[in-house]
């Protein structure tokens, strides 16, 4: 029993009910969008994403975690706006989306670094720290819609110092809100173990954390390892693939699923999309700027659910990976 703080209001971790671990509203550079994007109309933003999550509610899901943060554009307003108007769950994130560098306001702020922060003792030494607590324990942007967990990134560049600052003050905040941690790593270069060393040596307790993008990979060696460390592994970008992934295919992510399961990792193991209503990251014109033809948000639950089941995976086990782990991750 732990309160989650939602866009809309507080619940408790057991009403969470069926959750998508990693789905976006809007992934756009806000700066970006107002210069060069008048396509992007806000009515029309809002109006879409209401439809889409209405259709994922009546498609049987409860509760999804919107793990947009900072260099990803999220806009409290805007995902509230949404979250208004739909009866599904909501759950904002804080920290850092890069691969390489800090955003240039902490490039120059932080220990050691030009403009340092008087520090009282016993307070972190870096004040990314506080953003981050209080983004969790206060609210966002001014606003009392507080996020409820963590988010960092580490990709091909690997540890770059930035990143390791970025993973070590998500660690602090993790510490001292008890909040859990989600990771965007990259399944090729196994940068999901990388994340678990720097995370473990702060101090985190890796079951709080989550392997973002797991399901990238066939090689169950590698996510094998993950899990032994005690993390839950993102199944989390059904309806991606194509020459994108290296050719990568719905097949795939199922296979390596069921290969999980069968050797006991189905309490280690969430799903999702990692899908967006709009995002800036395609050409005007693009149809991803809107929704990929075959990605949708409702993958999981019309085609992987039905998928799982029919390669003997259990209603049980399935349950495990929609309700019972996103749960336990939240709860302390
Ligand atoms: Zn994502």
């Given at each position: 029993?732990?309160?989650?703080?939602?866009?809309?209001?507080?619940?408790?971790?057991?009403?969470?009910?069926?959750?998508?671990?990693?789905?976006?509203?809007?992934?756009l550079n806000e700066e970006y969008r107002y210069n060069y994007r008048p396509d992007f109309v806000e009515e029309d933003m809002i109006e879409t994403a209401v439809e889409q999550l209405a259709e994922l509610k009546a498609a049987g899901i409860d509760t999804i975690m919107d793990p947009t943060v900072l260099g990803l554009g999220r806009f409290i307003h805007r995902m509230k706006a949404v979250a208004d108007?739909?009866?599904?769950?909501?759950?904002?994130?804080?920290?850092?989306?890069?691969?390489?560098?800090?955003?240039?306001?902490?490039?120059?702020?932080?220990?050691?670094?030009?403009?340092?922060?008087?520090?009282?003792?016993?307070?972190p030494a870096d004040f990314m720290v506080d953003h981050f607590v209080n983004d969790l324990t206060?609210?966002?942007?001014?606003?009392?819609?507080?996020?409820?967990?963590?988010?960092?990134?580490?990709?091909?560049?690997?540890?770059t110092p930035d990143i390791e600052r970025?993973?070590?003050?998500?660690?602090?905040?993790?510490?001292?809100?008890?909040?859990?941690?989600?990771?965007?790593?990259?399944?090729?270069?196994?940068?999901?173990?990388?994340?678990?060393?720097?995370?473990e040596a702060e101090g985190v307790d890796l079951p709080r954390v989550i392997i973002g993008h797991s399901g990238d990979t066939k090689d169950v060696d590698y996510l094998?390892?993950?899990?032994?460390?005690?993390?839950?592994?993102?199944?989390?970008?059904?309806?991606?693939?194509?020459?994108?992934?290296?050719?990568?295919?719905?097949?795939?992510?199922?296979?390596?699923?069921?290969?999980?399961?069968?050797?006991?990792?189905?309490?280690?193991?969430?799903?999702?999309?990692?899908?967006?209503?709009?995002?800036?990251?395609?050409?005007?014109?693009?149809?991803?700027?809107?929704?990929?033809?075959?990605?949708?948000?409702l993958v999981v639950s019309q085609q992987a659910v039905p998928a799982l089941l029919d390669r003997g995976v259990t209603q049980a086990q399935v349950d495990e990976m929609l309700i019972h782990n996103p749960r336990r991750y939240f709860e302390r």
């Open positions: 029993m732990t309160a989650v703080s939602t866009l809309t209001g507080t619940i408790d971790s057991s009403a969470l009910g069926r959750v998508l671990v990693h789905e976006h509203l809007f992934v108007r739909v009866e599904l769950n909501i759950i904002p994130a804080t920290g850092i989306y890069t691969y390489r560098d800090v955003p240039f306001p902490f490039t120059y702020v932080g220990p050691g670094l030009g403009y340092d922060v008087d520090r009282a003792p016993g307070q206060v609210g966002i942007a001014g606003t009392d819609i507080r996020a409820s967990f963590l988010k960092c990134a580490i990709d091909t560049h690997g540890l970025i993973l070590r003050a998500v660690a602090q905040a993790h510490l001292a809100t008890g909040a859990p941690v989600t990771v965007h790593t990259d399944s090729h270069s196994r940068s999901g173990l990388l994340a678990q060393d720097v995370l094998r390892a993950v899990a032994d460390r005690g993390s839950i592994l993102g199944m989390d970008r059904f309806g991606h693939g194509g020459e994108e992934f290296g050719g990568f295919t719905f097949g795939d992510r199922i296979n390596t699923i069921v290969a999980l399961v069968e050797e006991g990792y189905s309490d280690r193991i969430t799903l999702s999309h990692d899908n967006f209503v709009f995002a800036d990251f395609y050409p005007p014109g693009e149809p991803r700027n809107r929704l990929e033809k075959d990605l949708t948000f």
